[in-house]
């Protein structure tokens, strides 16, 4: 129990292009999702915070323009990056509390993403 | 930067042995989380520990949590090789999750 998925796992895109990455939970109803970018051998660094149906919560120093976040429904959060640059490349994690599930976050597998 | 510090940030040992890694921060917690991280891939919840707890077991793994000096442990015992991986901890300051640096593990066989 308690699977996050992440979609696509990876993806490549040119400098511009704005990219959507979902992350699904499979089997429990997620109350709040976060999405988290590493940069490679660093650690997960929170960007935002997002219930659903609410507007996404911003960590200091993100832009919300430039990262989208939509929680649309109870299993579905959308991260996307517009007019994504090379120093967007990063590793893009979404974790997902349920109502009733305590204190643990579930993570998903993670989206590799690099702008060309 | 809220980020805590782990300690070490790489350790390499042959299977069998214990391999102890440390984690400071700076805030005052709800609970302390422990996960790990094959490389390239999501995280893995290892165990939490709430902070009116002082250790924990489950496993071959056990940590503590000492909240006067604000830090942890997480003792892997009898390693094997399939354990290399990173580690990180991660303070729980009312429902927002903050990462320390992590320690990479690897374990010979």
């Known amino acids: 129990g308690a699977v996050v998925s992440q979609h696509p796992s990876w993806v490549i895109c040119k400098s511009g292009t704005s990219v959507k990455i979902e992350c699904r939970s499979l089997d429990f109803q997620a109350t709040t999702m976060f999405w988290y970018r590493q940069f490679p051998k660093q650690s997960l660094m929170l960007m935002a915070t997002?219930?659903?149906?609410?507007?996404?919560?911003?960590e200091q120093g993100v832009e919300k323009d430039k990262f989208l976040i939509n929680h649309a429904s109870l299993t579905l959060s959308t991260l996307t990056v517009t007019s994504a640059h090379p120093e967007d490349s990063s590793f893009y994690i979404c974790?997902?509390?349920?109502?009733?599930?305590?204190?643990?976050?579930?993570f998903g597998p993670g989206t590799r993403l690099t702008v060309l | 930067s809220q980020q805590g510090e782990e300690d070490p940030q790489a350790l390499s040992i042959q299977e069998g042995e214990n391999a102890t890694m440390n984690c400071s921060y700076k805030?005052?917690?709800?609970?302390l989380q422990w996960y790990r991280q094959n490389s390239g891939r999501g995280l893995v919840h290892l165990i939490l520990i709430r902070s009116n707890e002082r250790e924990k077991h489950s496993g071959r793994l056990r940590v503590t949590l000492d909240t006067s000096k604000k830090s942890s442990s997480l003792l892997i015992t009898a390693s094997r090789a399939a354990d290399t991986a990173s580690y990180f901890c991660a303070t729980d300051g009312w429902g927002k999750l903050i990462f320390g640096t992590g320690t990479r593990l690897q374990v010979f066989p």
């Open positions: 997002s219930n659903e149906g609410s507007k996404a919560t911003y």
């Open positions: 974790s997902a509390t349920s109502s009733g599930g305590g204190d643990t976050q579930y």
């Open positions: 805030t005052s917690i709800n609970n």
